[in-house]
């Protein structure tokens, strides 16, 4: 099959999304198809650019800045523009793929409405499968504050009603977006799915001779991946572990910097400056090899609507590197994972049982090294974007005729 990726993350460094639409690429290109991405939209701010090529190649994907530029302008009609721009651009690729037989279906992986309803139309008129992935509630129900009231409405109304078929995270999702899809429209749960071997083969290299504990996520928004649970946490257990630092991996959104500011200022009152690393957002070929090199892999995810839906990507790659792993019990996290077998599972909100976690771990070090293997284990049996391959490649050709 001919698949298009249609996204809005940056490509090919970025966060969660990115890593999903890598992972989810990768998959179907094991079964012999061919993948292209288009990000339909600028992603890199001028002051920090760090995906610099508008059209290139990423691990054998194809990618396309459809705006043919990567850089977001700063005067707003300018960025409405470069928006457009992406969004025409990329429909006017879409027809010529489909008119030269190189184009076989749609897998959209953004939230707007009039852009999700614009492909639609182009689909519907040339006949092309239009897929939605999905790993989290909407938007709508998330940040509610953000939207007015009667759009909330349609978009849940109407939204998940454009597509052909859904590749969906989560049972909790499944189960909730089963009713808001057309009746013909087919539904696949696809986990979180990462690339273990490049997590497995960084294990043996020793780069960096400090002991560090890792988190690797953003830093925007409601900080969902409560890094300000983690940091005091930290706190709680850095007078036993005098050499032991913090590495905050990760970036933020220019419109959330002020989360970002919240969580320096915090680092300064409990006089972590020079034991607290934040290394912003790096190129792809270091994460692994940062992760792999910690000592501990830490995730102290709150206990909201978000994580009840989600399953954290970054949560496969701290398995795949065989280090202990401490992660809150959220969501369907625990369907996975079982304290003291292939993980260590911290209460929820809960600064005193994180750090109880992180002392345990410390404490008996060649124990956890033991539980880190098992969840390598799980991270293989689950998680591998190669043991997926074959049930994505067998539902989306589903929609071929």
Not at 144 to 160: D, H, M, T
């Amino acid at each position: 099959m001919n698949i298009v990726f249609l996204i809005t993350a940056p490509f090919p460094i970025g966060m969660a999304g990115t890593n999903r639409i890598i992972s989810l690429s990768k998959s179907l290109m094991l079964q012999n198809n061919n993948v292209k991405v288009l990000c339909i939209r600028p992603t890199e701010k001028n002051t920090k650019i760090i995906n610099k090529d508008i059209e290139g190649y990423h691990e054998d994907i194809y990618f396309n800045y459809t705006s043919n530029t990567v850089i977001w302008p700063k005067h707003k009609m300018k960025k409405f523009y470069v928006y457009a721009k992406g969004i025409i651009n990329s429909g006017i690729m879409i027809i010529k793929y489909k008119k030269l037989n190189k184009l076989d279906l749609i897998i959209l992986s953004q939230s707007s409405f009039i852009i999700a309803l614009f492909y639609f139309i182009v689909c519907k008129i040339y006949h092309i499968p239009y897929i939605y992935a999905i790993d989290e509630y909407p938007w709508v129900v998330l940040r509610p504050e953000n939207y007015n009231f009667f759009y909330r409405k349609i978009y849940i109304k109407y939204f998940y009603k454009l597509f052909d078929g859904m590749l969906i995270m989560t049972k909790t999702l499944m189960n909730y977006y089963k009713d808001k899809v057309r009746k013909n429209c087919k539904l696949l749960l696809v986990p979180m799915t990462v690339d273990t071997e490049k997590f497995f083969n960084n294990q043996n290299i020793i780069k960096n001779k400090e002991e560090y504990i890792a988190y690797c996520g953003c830093l925007g928004h409601n900080n969902k991946d409560g890094v300000p649970i983690l940091i005091e946490a930290f706190s709680q257990i850095k007078p036993f572990y005098p050499q032991l630092k913090l590495y905050i991996i990760g970036d933020t959104r220019e419109k959330e910097n002020i989360d970002f500011i919240k969580i320096k200022e915090q680092v300064k009152k409990l006089k972590l400056e020079d034991d607290v690393v934040f290394t912003g957002r790096l190129p792809h070929y270091k994460i692994p090899e940062l992760l792999s090199n910690a000592k501990i892999l830490a995730l102290a995810r709150p206990n909201n609507l978000q994580a009840q839906g989600g399953f954290p990507t970054k949560l496969g790659e701290y398995l795949a590197t065989g280090k202990p792993v401490i992660v809150t019990k959220v969501g369907e996290i625990p369907n996975y994972l079982i304290d003291g077998v292939n993980a260590y599972i911290a209460e929820p909100d809960s600064i005193d049982d994180f750090a109880k976690k992180l002392k345990e771990v410390l404490d008996d070090y060649d124990r956890a090294l033991i539980i880190g293997k098992e969840g390598q284990k799980t991270a293989n049996k689950y998680f591998d974007y190669k043991t997926q391959s074959k049930n994505i490649h067998l539902f989306l050709s589903s929609f071929i005729h």
